[in-house]
């Protein structure tokens, strides 16, 4: 979408400033576009914060070095946890909605100004969080479960920061409405836009449960009330707090769908069974938050059986869903694009050299076999009494969150930084190579922190070797090797996010203009070395023979397999018979 002449057209009554985009043929509304890049800049700066936040922290756990006090570990991860859950994966998330919406749908967004407005909101919000977070007055964790009471700024700021996001969402169904009224496009909206409308209707459902803890939690911090229960708050809170993750996972498939869209020209092997998955994530995601609450006392085995059995395994078949779809999308793609001897020719020539689609490929296979199995073993209620305090959990978050959603962000931005910022990647070796080295690095946080999960090691206490205890206490030796491999593992992926954010920055100040000329280079190596239309457009792959993709799904069926049986072995061994 490089620049081109500024136009004004009038749509529905209503003057709008529009380029056209050379390499697609797209009309991008520029109130549209400048909304995208400030909540795109802000959410990499949120990253950036939130990144040396999570080093620090990862420096502290491993015991070699053990870097911060009790009390300023317990502080910065909690701004950890702010800054890389909440704002940078919503900033970003309010950029794609935008793109989803307006540019793909060639249409004005609706309501600028409330966007605008969402977006300050936003921005205060952080802000007043963090410094709440910072002055030391509020180191309750991500969860801030209650009693334990921050300073009101610290639920003051989240609930601004929402309520802006809310607004967001706002704005994208209202674009959403004009470019059908105004029939911007023909037929169904794309997938793409799809999945952002599935992220957008959980991100209400999401706010809408926030607002019913957080602001009676604010009260409370203020003295107006003077009583919140412990598990009603856990309960509610976990109904904003898993399903924000499933705002992330609906962005995330869709960001996947439009970057090999773009760079390969794939379209899905079904757009009725993928649209399907999609809406048993509406359906059925947000009842996995049980599994958050397996240990509480106070919910019946029934509810908890229900929630993280029967509904939590159709919200697992529609990743599974994707899971198929989305590389065997790739493969049709690729057989078409010439690359038909052997089984896997169209994966070793795939474009691995261009960031965008390897690290759209790696947080899909990070998020599939890290992350999806991980997550179904700790909906089981039996295994997830082993794993449901120790650093199991977080290494799972990471699996979730950064492998899969960071990752697929990351990739994203590398096409929109020609498309929207209409400025070339610089530095096209560290930028080939970024994606391999965050992914290596949080593969292995991943995996070391599920590691030392499995042997016990409790999940937010600041020093595993209990220096200061009263009582001693040791953990098996292998322990303390997983939290050193934890650390280099954190260090690893520190370099690769820090390049992430210098490439971008860079690229934004310092990049070559892109124009008609350059848009193809600028988009990296692509074997059709064109950008396809097949990211605005319905369709269907019109093939189903993909032997590649179905020796791919056996060796994650196998796996998933294999590793969930050995964690019943391991419950077995708690309770021996006889």
């Keep these: 979408m490089a620049i081109a002449e500024a136009e004004t057209g009038v749509i529905g009554g209503i003057a709008a400033k529009f380029r056209t985009c050379p390499a697609t043929g797209l009309k991008i509304d520029l109130a549209a576009e400048k909304l995208i890049k400030v909540n795109a800049i802000a959410a990499v700066v949120f990253l950036l914060v ?6 620090l922290v990862a420096l502290t756990r491993w015991p070699a070095v053990h870097l911060l006090s009790a009390d300023m570990f317990y502080l910065v991860l909690t701004a950890h946890g702010l800054d890389v859950l909440l704002l940078w994966i919503i900033f970003f998330e309010m950029a794609v909605l935008y793109f989803a919406s307006a540019v793909l749908l060639n249409c004005r967004l609706a309501g600028p100004k409330i966007a605008w407005l969402g977006f300050i909101l ?3 919000g952080g802000v007043i969080t963090n410094i709440a977070v910072l002055q030391g007055e509020s180191s309750v964790m991500f969860t801030s479960y209650v009693p334990m009471k921050a300073s009101p700024n610290f639920y003051l700021g989240i609930i601004l920061f ?21 029939k911007t496009y023909e037929g169904s909206i794309p997938l793409v836009t799809f999945g952002a409308l599935t992220a957008c209707i959980i991100a209400i459902f999401t706010i809408a449960s926030g607002a019913i803890i957080l602001v009676p939690t604010w009260l409370w911090s203020l003295g107006y009330i003077s009583h919140i229960d412990t598990l009603m708050y856990k309960l509610v809170w976990w109904a904003m707090g898993h399903s924000s993750q499933q705002i992330n996972v609906s962005a995330q498939v869709a960001i996947w769908y439009a970057i090999i869209a773009i760079t390969v020209g794939a379209k899905p092997l079904s757009e009725k069974v993928s649209r399907t998955a999609f809406l048993m994530y509406i359906l059925f995601l947000q009842l ?10 106070g919910l019946s085995a029934e509810w908890k059986v229900f929630n993280t059995s029967y509904a939590m395994y159709l919200a697992v078949l529609g990743s599974l869903i994707h899971g198929m779809t989305v590389p065997g999308a790739i493969e049709a793609a690729q057989h078409k694009n010439g690359f038909v001897n052997g089984v896997f020719e169209w994966l070793r020539k795939a474009p691995w050299g261009n960031p965008a689609f390897a690290g759209m490929f790696l947080s899909l296979v990070l998020f599939g076999f890290l992350g999806g199995i991980s997550g179904v073993v700790l909906g089981t209620e039996q295994i997830n009494l082993l794993l449901h305090n120790t650093l199991y959990v977080p290494g799972h978050f990471h699996a979730t969150v950064v492998a899969g959603t960071t990752l697929a962000f990351m990739a994203l931005t590398y096409l929109v930084l020609p498309l929207i910022f209409q400025r070339e990647v610089i530095w096209p070796t560290l930028a080939k190579w970024q994606p391999y080295l965050f ?4 593969a292995g946080i991943s995996l070391f922190m599920m590691g030392a999960g499995t042997l016990g090691v409790s999940r937010r206490h600041w020093d595993i070797t209990f220096s200061d205890a009263a009582i001693s206490f040791d953990y098996p030796a292998a322990a303390f090797l997983m939290m050193g491999l934890n650390g280099v593992s954190a260090i690893l992926a520190s370099i690769g996010g820090g390049l992430f954010v210098l490439i971008a920055v860079g690229s934004i100040l310092f990049g070559k203009k892109v124009d008609a000329s350059n848009i193809v280079q600028a988009l990296g190596p692509m074997p059709t070395k064109q950008v396809s239309p097949a990211v605005k457009e319905y369709g269907n792959a019109g093939t189903f023979h993909l032997p590649g993709t179905y020796i791919l799904v056996g060796v994650f069926f196998i796996s998933f397999v294999l590793y969930y049986f050995v964690n019943w072995k391991y419950v077995s061994e708690l309770w021996p018979m006889g």
């Design 50 to 55: 939130g990144g040396v936040f999570g080093l």
């Design 122 to 124: 936003m921005v205060v």
């Design 162 to 182: 929402a309520v802006g996001a809310l607004l967001g969402c706002f704005v994208f169904l209202g674009t959403l409405v004009i470019a059908k009224e105004e």
């Design 288 to 297: 996995a938050c049980a599994h958050h609450l397996l240990v509480e006392p």
């Design 439 to 442: 992914a290596a690095g949080v």
